[in-house]
């Protein structure tokens, strides 16, 4: 049934994080090495009980021989953290010649959890599984499952649980039921997809999430053509055996394919499953969408993903932005004219409007748009308030909502729980910041943005050892990205280590001499290197060239806030400032 993963629990005050054996208060926290947080937590599992030596060495090193030594030291370095006298002890008492009692009070945490009662009609579709006999099929049996999320989604009385969330799931064997606890649903479908040729069985059953027991199932084969008729019966048996009633006309399909061409459509199903993941991904997702449109030219869905993609390679360093923007300008465009009805179109539209060109009023009348076709669209909403909401406007309790409801509909997103994370660090919510931030890389520790999330959270909350730490586990994973370095410099500058923050910087700048790279993240480390007519070179070079991330120097968050009172003394930096708008 997989890895068990331990929750964030409370010892009093105190906020433990197991899976970044982090322990915090106040806004301020300790790492603890891992072994210590194993005996921490089986201390907690059992709050009033003596556990024996023997019992706490046998459950954190088994199978190895320790001395009573490596206990007392993990026993010892848990109550320096919590500030704990062994003679009046609040949190672990010794008892004589027998062990360890945890006295102290354990809860689960409050963050302002998200999740809510179970709603009457939910559902979480699974990743079908592909038994086909060509692994490239795995692509087609995702793009399946996704198609059937999306009709379902506009069923209005049925609560669906969105992709990523699902996706989590791949390739794992979890019981039904535990898939309805952890989602928060009643019902659960999974099934297979085989194809061969041209041919096609596919096979679903609908599963009471509470018990187990099978509600419906179905074989189907067909031919591939028949591919989205599948998906729609597939949709319907759904809404007819939870007894909903379908809100649209009856010859109205729930599934809207956008293309006849299926190789086309295999190619988009890749492309979106590919950008899902960034980094590197992105330009993998870019080749099938063009290849998509080259057999489809008013494929809709696939000039929103080109035009995604081009914002986001972009965004993240990866293509300058000369190039990418009248690309993603076109394909935007493109998208629109081909489907006005999308959400992913307007989505498109409304992202890089804001990145590139800086429109906050496209960008907002665009999201809102998007939001308006579908309410369920995460991507959307997760943009809409981190980029447009917070850094743009200063909105911090409207993007706070939206990031909440992201992280309702889609709640083992690392995205969406990263962006609530990045947002209550921005509030001054620390716990709650490192909560959702902890859980990011708990989710997807390979990928960029929640490991730069939890680094930048210690930041805000003036963590500096913990965020230069996170940066160490950051940049071997990223491939050293310049947005974790020129954090890193940030932090060490004010850490007080001047010389370590312009070694950061000096790196930086050995790299530009031989690659692009973003003259925002080059500014916010020059700032920090004490360099500041470089960083203003480069601010200047940023605004020139429509560098999107040089929203960095947005007052609405405390990175900028901070880069720019160490330059408003420079009229030229003034004279930017109003240029960019963030005057």
């Known amino acids: 049934m997989g890895e068990v993963v331990i929750s964030d629990f409370q010892v009093g005050r105190w906020l433990v994080k197991p899976s970044l054996n982090v322990i915090s208060r106040n806004g301020t926290a300790a790492r603890v090495e891992p072994k210590v947080m194993e005996v921490l937590v089986c201390l907690a599992k059992h709050p009033g009980e003596t556990l024996s030596k023997e019992t706490l060495l046998q459950a954190v090193w088994p199978d190895t021989f320790v001395s009573e030594d490596a206990l007392k030291h993990s026993i010892s370095e848990l109550r320096r953290v ?70 379902l989604a506009q069923i209005k009385q049925l609560h669906v649980v969105a992709r990523s969330s699902v996706f989590s799931f791949k390739g794992k064997h979890i019981d039904p039921r535990i898939v309805g606890e952890q989602l928060n649903v009643r019902t659960v479908l999974e099934g297979s997809v085989r194809r061969i040729d041209n041919r096609l069985r596919i096979t679903a059953q609908l599963i009471n999430a509470a018990n187990g027991f099978h509600l419906w199932s179905e074989c189907y084969d067909r031919d591939l053509k028949d591919i989205f008729q599948i998906q729609d019966d597939i949709a319907r048996a759904i809404a007819t055996r939870l007894t909903i009633a379908l809100d649209m006309r009856p010859q109205q399909p729930l599934v809207k394919p956008g293309t006849d061409n299926l190789e086309a459509y295999s190619l988009y199903v890749k492309g979106r499953a590919l950008l899902y993941r960034r980094g590197a991904k992105i330009g993998l997702a870019l080749e099938c969408f063009n290849q998509a449109v080259a057999l489809d030219s008013e494929y809709a869905l696939a000039w929103a993903g080109i035009a995604d993609a081009y914002t986001l390679l972009a965004f993240y360093g990866f293509l300058h932005p000369e190039t990418s923007r009248p690309k993603w300008l076109e394909a935007a465009r493109r998208a629109i004219a081909a489907d006005s009805f999308l959400a992913e179109s307007h989505t498109a539209l409304a992202f890089g409007s804001l990145m590139f060109d800086c429109d906050r009023a496209q960008a907002e009348r665009e999201f809102l748009h998007a939001l308006d076709l579908n309410p369920f669209y995460v991507q959307a909403r997760d943009w809409y308030s981190c980029f447009y909401l917070q850094v743009a406007m200063g909105r911090l309790a409207e993007a706070v909502t939206h990031a909440i409801s992201a992280v309702q509909a889609d709640p083992l997103s690392a995205y969406a729980n990263g962006i609530l994370g990045l947002l209550y660090g921005t509030a001054g919510k620390y716990s709650q910041a490192l909560h959702y931030a902890g859980r990011a890389v708990e989710l997807d520790g390979e990928s960029l943005l929640p490991r730069w999330v939890l680094q930048i959270v210690f930041y805000f909350s003036g963590c500096f050892a913990e965020s230069v730490a996170a940066a160490e586990a950051t940049l071997p994973v990223s491939g050293r990205h310049s947005w974790s370095m020129a954090l890193l410099a940030v932090t060490l500058d004010e ?27 080059l500014a916010v480390c020059a700032g920090a290197a004490g360099q500041p007519e470089e960083a203003i070179d480069y601010a200047w070079q940023a605004m020139a060239i429509r560098d999107p991330f040089r929203i960095a120097f947005s007052t609405h968050w405390p990175l900028g806030a901070r880069f720019r009172a160490r330059l408003h003394g420079y009229p030229r930096f003034r004279e930017l400032l109003s240029e960019m708008g963030f005057d």
């Open 82 to 151: 919590f500030d704990d006298d062994p003679r009046e002890p609040r949190v672990i008492q010794t008892i004589a010649k027998r062990g360890y009692r945890f006295i102290a009070a354990v809860s689960r945490e409050a963050t302002g959890q998200t999740t809510s009662a179970v709603t009457r009609d939910s559902i979480a579709v699974l990743p079908f599984i592909n038994i086909s006999p060509d692994a490239e099929n795995e692509f087609f049996a995702d793009g399946m499952t996704e198609e059937i999320i999306n009709a």
């Open 495 to 521: 850490w007080g280590k001047k010389r370590e923050a312009d070694a950061v910087y000096r790196e930086l700048l050995a790299r530009a001499n031989r690659e692009y790279v973003q003259p925002a993240t």
